[in-house]
């Protein structure tokens, strides 16, 4: 059992928490130490059974741990790679978790940091990048890239060679036309239908999907380079997946 800690106890720390014990129900692999949360009024508590054990900067403390950083939401996505340069830990540091019920195929690779949750679908050469978040029943069809730190919300249909920019925003049930491209920290709205590119650091949204307001993407991040480390085949990912 490695032991693991869960970076933010939101909505989607607790999803993780719990795709973390469906992992162990089939193959016992993690063990769950708690969640860091910078947040007061959860210190010493516990979240869904699960304690908080100490803040981000805490993560020192657990030197032999793996981590997943599990924030983000479509009011501020900016913070899972904020948190990520804060942690400052290699990429070998990093659990990759995959749903055991996730259907991905063999030739679809993951970067580390990345969770995939419940009945996602990857049907051939798909990329995901490091610290992806896929929320459930996202479908991803052949030759999909993704980038480092995107989020795709649930239900969200990626048709066949649609290219993910770092950082960006799929809303939940959002559909995505075949070789479309979403740029750099741009937020696509949920339900929307996407038929053309949506340029980097864009709000679109829509049926069809048009353009909404610019992103104001903070400047620490728009002037960084990718963190992109190397991509691991699903099967490498120390996940039961």
Same mark, same amino acid.
């Given at each position: 059992m490695k032991p693991l800690l869960i970076v933010g106890a939101g909505g989607f720390g607790r999803e993780i928490a719990e795709t973390v014990a469906a992992i162990n129900s089939v193959l016992p692999t993690w063990e769950l130490l708690g969640f860091l949360d910078d947040s007061p009024h959860l210190a010493g508590r516990e979240v869904d059974g699960v304690p908080v054990v100490g803040t981000v900067q805490s993560a020192r403390? *657990?030197?032999?741990?793996? *981590?997943?950083?599990?924030? %983000?939401?479509?009011?501020? +996505?900016?913070?899972?790679?904020?948190?990520?340069?804060? !942690? %400052?830990? =290699?990429?070998?540091? +990093?659990?990759? !978790?995959i749903h055991p019920t996730a259907s991905l195929a063999r030739s679809t690779t993951i970067g580390p940091g990345s969770v995939v949750l419940a009945m996602v679908v990857a049907t051939a050469?798909?990329? !995901? %990048?490091?610290?992806?978040?896929?929320?459930?029943?996202?479908? *991803?069809?052949?030759?999909?890239? @993704? =980038?480092? *730190?995107a989020t795709l919300g649930a239900g969200a249909r990626l048709a066949g060679g649609v290219t993910v920019g770092e950082g960006a925003y799929i809303g939940s049930g959002a !559909? @995505?036309?075949?070789?479309? =491209?979403? =740029?750099?920290w741009a937020l696509v709205g949920m339900g929307s239908v996407v038929t053309r590119d949506v340029p980097r650091a864009q709000v679109w949204a829509g049926v069809p999907s048009r353009f909404v307001r610019i992103v104001d993407v903070p400047a620490d991040l728009s002037l960084r380079p990718s963190l992109r480390p190397p991509l691991r085949r699903q099967h490498d990912s120390g996940s039961a997946g």
């Open positions: 403390r *657990f030197p032999s741990a793996s *981590f997943v950083v599990s924030v %983000g939401s479509p009011s501020n +996505y900016f913070n899972r790679r904020r948190i990520a340069a804060i !942690l %400052g830990l =290699g990429p070998d540091r +990093y659990a990759t !978790l050469s798909v990329r !995901l %990048g490091a610290h992806v978040a896929v929320m459930p029943h996202v479908v *991803f069809t052949h030759d999909d890239v @993704v =980038g480092d *730190f !559909l @995505v036309r075949e070789n479309v =491209g979403i =740029g750099d």
